[in-house]
């Protein structure tokens, strides 16, 4: 089972974001994106990636790290809408 590590590792995420060490959860985060294989890459994650890039304030967003992760679930989750539903 590779995607529910993934889920929660993106779940860790999340928390590193909420106690205010966004550049680490973004870090964190964009590493399991990157690490998980396309045909894993379906919609409960990409929504928990998205997820992710929402928790991140407002003032943080310009970062380049924020910046790139954001880049990162672009291109990770662009993909045919029938594969990305399974």
């Known amino acids: 089972d590779i995607r529910s590590p993934a889920q929660i590792e993106l779940q860790r995420a999340l928390c590193l974001i909420g106690a205010g060490d966004v550049q680490d959860g973004i870090r964190h985060a964009q590493g ?3 690490s998980l ?3 894993h890459r379906v919609r409960p ?4 990636g998205q997820k992710v890039l929402k928790a991140v304030p407002v003032l943080e967003q310009p970062r380049a790290g924020v910046q790139e992760y954001r880049e990162c679930i672009t291109a990770s989750f662009a ?3 029938p594969q990305l539903t399974a």
């Open 32 to 34: 399991v994106v990157t």
């Open 37 to 39: 294989p396309a045909m």
């Open 45 to 48: 994650i990409a929504d928990l």
């Open 79 to 81: 993909v045919p809408a």
